[in-house]
């Protein structure tokens, strides 16, 4: 029997399976229709959101109305000043003159032959850093002149200053005949000179012999040309107590020598009569003899005459406090010595408390020039220490600068050893710097520390910065030169101008997009991506709401926009009468402000309006103190002695503005300066002492130290509220209790009170209206003033300032448009995951059918396959038949 095999396919598997997918795919498409939808949505969202942030970014000039109320400052002449004015700033032009700049201390050390170098044995010592003014001249002492100056003058060239010579010549015979000459030249050389009072010896009038004279001769004492006494011939008794008779008032001779300036002290009775010419000028005491005289100066048995001229010195200030540079070829002959120096002549030394001082340690670890400068420029003490090297045989000299400019801020350097020890000798000698001691300006001032001075409208005015705030009322003048400018204060319109016509263009461009997102267009006959959606719908109603609503809570000449020409068209876009909002800002311009922006006011001046937030209610609110916000304080339990000393390597444990449960970072070691103080001293000396410690400074933390009217020393924190507290303990040297005694120190208080009633949350100063009350968000400091009733404050919110907080709203986290897209990133999400599980499915379904089919098409093959045979024996049964 033949056999039967299958070959070949019968069915395109393939094609009908495609088919069939194609059809199964369908709702493939409605997913992609669905997600390309709101992919529409979403970008129609990302337009609208777009156009509200542009929107709002055109109110930042407009949302606070302290902005309406500023002035521009613009000087005449840049070069010498710049200037910025508030809204305190009265218009108008002021004439502003300055003749100084202000500029720091520069102290120099003499120089040494290395940087690196030990300086002294290396013992331990402080270094106190302390700021303050300093009074005296600053200048140059002179030695008395010498004898033959009196009567051959000086020669021309033996004296220059600063470079400049002085004209001197066989008339320059006195110190004042001298400083003339000098301060001839002073406008050249920013030299001035003075001559000391010439005054004759103490010991000239010493045994004064009674004059004694025969038959034909006289005497006669002269005193800068007043005769003093005199006797004829044959005469006796002119003795030391006539003479002390003879400038007795009344005395024609005391009257005589007062009218050419020369004072008269002392006995010649004791031998201490001493004549003084206050003007410098030299002072000729002569005794003229003629015939046979015995006594007067000197009791001489014969007296021929005698002639003494007293002559004295002068001293040079330097106007600027620069050292000055005596040359010229015989300096000597003027009492100067060549060179270039200068130092404070009778200084005091008076600290200012405002200024934190500091320390830094000295030991055998960093006791050369680089050591100290490292030392003293880490310790962050408000100076700068640098190395500067001249080329000299002792080049490397350390230089110290004062980081802050002003008369206020000049230096005070001492130093002190480990407990009772001296300090390193060397590092004192090299080191040192106090003005108000004798010998004590070890370093050289190369620039002063000084004020800027100006005049505005011809009124002198003094600040310690280049900076000037308040010269003028509300404006901040920054001064770049001496020199004169003009400076004209006016009314910033045009930037008020140009904002509000930001704020038209932006609330139109908005309008603009939401038209288009949400209207038809009839022409295209497309609809907007976002038609007939509500939250489009709610922007855009919300918006125009508040800009045709009236502000309220408002105290000014406008309560709405129409009142300035801003006003609706018919197509909805803003417009702006340009005419109208002039008109609005010559009669009104200051009520522009509260148009736009939130304002706070308050009817007591110790009241100030701080800030609001989007939950504060406009209105008009009573203000009622309750406790009044303290300092933290330690006050001495009784008077501070009239002086107080501190002995060496004293340090302090002082504890600021702890926290309940207590911090260590709260507490700090403060190093206090040694010396001797009076109650005022050592209020500045505590207090800057304590402010200069970093631990402190660097967390803005400060005290301040008073003398109050009982003479006790109150410390208190600078902070106010229950925060506030300082407490002090001994680490080492003089303790504390030494000068506060056994008093205990009192915390602070916040201020409390109520605002229209409502609960407030007070914090040191301020109050802050309680979340859920109208006042919610509202800030106000009370700075002043006494617990009670303190009035009124008036809160209102402006066009821009609620449209702003409406754009925060509406695009912040929990906002109409960021709920929006969250829920339509949501849906996209979802409709991903159904399409992915549905072609997951399809998979399956595809795989069904391929095998299905392909089961038939083998079915249908053996079948053919079969039927092919069964034919092929038919028809071989047929032929044989």
């Keep these: 029997m033949a056999s039967i095999s299958t070959t070949g396919s019968v069915l395109d598997v393939n094609s009908i399976v495609s088919q069939l997918m194609a059809v199964e795919q369908a709702p493939l498409t409605k997913y992609a229709q669905k997600t390309a939808a709101y992919q529409s949505t979403l970008s129609a969202y990302g337009s609208l959101s777009g156009a509200i942030g542009v929107f709002q970014s055109s109110l930042g000039g407009l949302t606070k109305a302290s902005d309406f109320n500023a002035l521009s400052a613009t000087p005449s002449d840049s070069t010498v000043l710049g200037a910025s004015a508030t809204s305190k700033a009265v218009a ?51 030695t008395t002149l010498g004898n033959a100056v009196s009567s051959d003058g000086i020669s021309n060239g033996s004296l220059t200053i600063n470079g400049t010579a002085i004209a001197t010549d066989s008339t320059t015979t006195s110190a004042r005949a001298l400083a003339e000459a000098i301060n001839a030249k002073s406008t050249t050389t920013n030299v001035t000179a003075t001559a000391t009072p010439a005054k004759t010896a103490t010991a000239l009038f010493a045994g004064f012999g009674e004059v004694t004279t025969d038959a034909d001769s006289s005497y006669s004492l002269k005193v800068g040309g007043v005769e003093i006494a005199s006797l004829g011939a044959s005469e006796t008794g002119l003795s030391a107590d006539a003479i002390d008779a003879a400038l007795t008032e009344p005395s024609t001779a005391l009257t005589a020598l007062a009218n050419a300036g020369i004072t008269v002290s002392g006995k010649a ?76 002549l009778g200084g005091t030394f008076t600290q200012d408390a405002s200024i934190a001082s500091g320390i830094v340690t000295i030991d055998a670890t960093n006791n050369s020039l680089e050591g100290i400068r490292d030392a003293v420029n880490k310790a962050g003490l408000g100076v700068t220490a640098t190395i500067v090297s001249d080329g000299s045989a002792n080049p490397y000299h350390l230089v110290f600068s004062s980081n802050a400019t002003g008369a206020n801020a000049s230096m005070k350097i001492s130093l002190s050893g480990a407990d009772s ?22 370093m050289t001032q190369t620039s002063a520390a000084q004020d800027t001075k100006l005049s505005v409208n011809g009124i002198a005015v003094t600040s310690h910065s280049n900076n000037v ?111 109208k909002f002039q008109k609005a800002i010559d009669s009104n311009f200051a009520d522009i402000g509260a148009l736009f922006g939130a304002i706070g006011n308050t009817t007591d001046n110790q009241v100030t309006f701080g800030s609001s937030t989007s939950a504060t209610k406009p209105g008009t609110y009573d203000l009622s103190i309750t406790q009044m916000a303290t300092q933290g304080a330690l006050t001495s339990a009784a008077k501070v002695a009239d002086t107080t000393t501190i002995a060496a390597g004293t340090t302090w444990a002082v504890t600021l503005n702890d926290t309940t449960p207590s911090s260590s970072k709260n507490t700090a070691t403060v190093t206090l300066p040694a010396g001797t103080y009076t109650p005022a001293e050592l209020a500045k000396v505590v207090q800057s002492s304590i402010n200069g410690t970093s631990a402190f400074s660097s967390a803005g933390k400060s005290v301040v130290a008073t003398i109050d009217d009982d003479g006790k020393l109150v410390l208190s924190s600078a902070k106010y509220g229950s925060l506030s507290n300082v407490s002090l303990s001994s680490s080492a040297g003089t303790a504390p209790d030494s000068m506060f005694g056994s008093s205990t120190a009192v915390a602070g208080l916040d201020v409390a009170g109520t605002l229209g009633g409502y609960a407030v949350v007070g914090s040191g100063q301020t ?41 925060t709203t509406m695009l912040g986290k929990t906002g109409q448009i960021t709920s929006r897209t969250d829920g339509i990133n949501k849906s996209i999400k979802d409709i991903q995951k159904q399409s992915d599980a549905f072609s997951d499915k399809l998979t399956a379904i595809e795989a069904r059918y391929r095998k299905q089919y392909s089961a038939l098409d083998v079915s249908l093959a053996q079948m053919q396959t079969t039927s092919s045979y069964l034919t092929q024996q038919l028809a071989a049964l047929a032929a044989n038949s």
């Design 767 to 807: 109050l802050t209206g309680k979340a859920g009350t109208p006042v919610e968000g509202l800030k106000i400091d009370v700075t002043g003033g006494k617990a009670g009733d303190r009035g009124t404050v008036s809160f209102s919110q402006g066009y821009a300032y609620q449209l702003n907080n409406l754009a």
């Design 269 to 344: 009775a004791d031998g201490t009569l001493v004549f003084t010419r206050t003007d410098g000028a030299n002072l000729e005491v002569e005794e003229t003899v003629t015939g046979t005289v015995s006594g007067g100066i000197g009791n001489k048995a014969v007296n021929v005459g005698s002639n003494t001229t007293a002559i004295s010195s002068l001293s040079l200030s330097s106007t600027d406090a620069s050292p000055i540079t005596v040359g010229g070829s015989n300096p000597a002959a003027a009492g100067l010595t060549a060179g270039t120096g200068g130092s404070y």
């Design 421 to 442: 020890d001296e300090p390193d000798a060397a590092l004192a000698n090299l080191l040192g710097y106090d003005p108000s001691v004798a010998g004590g300006q070890k």
């Design 92 to 142: 108008g032009n002021y004439k502003v003159n300055v003749t100084q700049m202000a500029q720091s201390q520069t102290l120099t050390t003499p120089g040494i032959n290395s940087s690196k170098s030990a300086v002294g044995l290396g013992g331990k010592t402080t270094i106190s850093f302390q700021f303050g003014s300093v009074s005296g001249g600053f200048g140059l002492a002179g």
């Design 469 to 579: 705030g308040e010269a003028i009322q509300g404006v901040t003048l920054n001064v770049s030169k001496v020199g004169a400018s003009t400076l004209s204060i006016s009314k910033n319109t045009s930037a008020v101008k140009t904002n509000v016509e930001a704020f038209v263009k932006a609330y139109n461009d908005l309008n603009t997009t939401l038209k288009k997102l949400t209207g038809y267009d009839a022409d295209t006959k497309v609809a907007g991506a976002l038609q007939g959606d509500a939250t489009a719908q709610s922007v855009q109603s919300q918006v125009r709401r508040m800009l045709t609503s009236n502000v309220s809570g408002i105290a000014g000449a406008f309560t709405n926009l129409g009142q300035v020409g801003i006003s609706f068209a018919k197509d909805g876009t803003l417009s702006l009468d340009s005419t």
